[in-house]
């Protein structure tokens, strides 16, 4: 009776200890004392990565449970429902033109936060420098979704009074400047004010940049939601607004965990909530762009003209360009501080 070998075929037994390199065992999450002071979060005391692993360990850290699991997924899942509803709204056919070019480069702005974000949380723990350089690509990603949505708003869901008042005729040149202006100030202050505390680091680097690009951003929805009677697109409006700011509380304030430290580490802590809700208003501001985009494409090039929709659309590609050398200028400073040892 021949025998029956139940093994593995010679190219498993090839292929086997590559899989094994190639996705190596991931230590587990560790404590806040075993991460640097830059790593930590107020009031979580576990679920931490170990900083140092090769680049792919933070990677394969998708699949694992710590303390930035929903930080992550929360927006890159975002990121991939904006990507995919851009192919057409409302199930209608979606054509590139002057008319919706505004609201392409803001799917683009908002794409581009969300995956900076995600990465951002992503490979934090890797290195100090690391963590920085990813700090100042989340700063110009934020600084772009800033002006991206001043773009859309003013576009698509402003009312014609506003936008013929002196508010709307300065509002895109004061949302460039802001959003400039903030996101220099933010890195500024990542590479000259390290000595100051967490607390008011956090608020001299996110709190007030985001807080006022916000009220500003808003700008055009005001006097939409108080002059006219609810409709969808306007109840979305309101809704996103309304997550907007929850999450912007959760940002600033680090509760739960505060009442009790340590609970709330791995799910449910303020931070993944600030996440959760940016995540789904960015998605609610979409989806009440597309309303406001089908209802006024028959009249925007009437309105605004074909040639100054294409000139704003080409300013925001310089203010993108702009920021991003930006960020390339506080990297390079961010290496020689590191080398030269003047910030840690």
């Known amino acids: 009776m021949p025998l029956v070998s139940f093994g593995p075929p010679p190219l498993c037994l090839s292929v086997l200890p590559w899989l094994s390199r190639l996705l190596p065992s991931l230590p587990p999450p560790v404590r806040d004392v075993d991460v640097p002071p830059l790593f930590r979060q107020r009031f979580v005391l576990s679920g931490y990565r170990p900083p140092g692993l090769p680049l792919r360990c933070y990677v394969l850290s998708l699949l694992q449970i710590h303390n930035q699991t929903l930080n992550v997924w929360s927006h890159l899942l975002a990121a991939g429902i904006l990507g995919f509803r851009l192919q057409g709204p409302e199930g209608q056919g979606f054509s590139l033109d002057a008319a919706s070019l505004p609201l392409v480069l803001y799917v683009f702005s908002a794409v581009m936060y969300l995956s900076c974000s995600a990465a951002a949380h992503l490979f934090q723990s890797h290195s100090e420098q690391l963590h920085d350089w990813f700090f100042f690509l989340d700063s110009v990603a934020v600084g772009v979704f800033q002006h991206g949505s001043a773009l859309a708003l003013s576009v698509y869901s402003a009312d014609a009074a506003w936008t013929q008042s002196m508010l709307g005729k300065v509002f895109l040149p004061g949302s460039t400047l802001l959003a400039w202006s903030c996101c220099s100030a933010c890195c500024y202050a990542k590479l000259h004010f390290h ?84 995540a ?24 605004f003209r074909e040639q100054r929709l294409l000139v704003a659309s080409c300013l925001f590609v310089v203010f993108v360009i702009s920021l991003w050398q930006l960020c390339v200028k506080s990297l390079s400073r961010s290496v020689s501080v590191t080398v030269f040892g003047w910030s840690r």
């Open 280 to 303: 789904l208003g960015t998605l609610i501001q979409q989806e009440a762009l597309f309303h406001d985009f089908l209802w006024r494409r028959p009249a925007l090039i009437r309105r």
């Open 195 to 278: 000595w100051l505390n967490p607390l008011n680091r956090k608020f001299l680097l996110q709190l007030v940049p985001t807080g006022t690009g916000f009220l500003l951003v808003i700008g055009p929805l005001v006097q939409r939601l108080t002059a006219q009677s609810w409709s969808p697109a306007g109840t979305m409006h309101l809704l996103q607004v309304a997550l907007f700011l929850l999450s912007f509380f959760f940002f600033s304030c680090p509760v739960p965990e505060r009442f009790a430290p340590g609970r709330y580490d791995i799910i449910g802590h303020a931070h993944q909530l600030s996440h959760i809700l940016s």
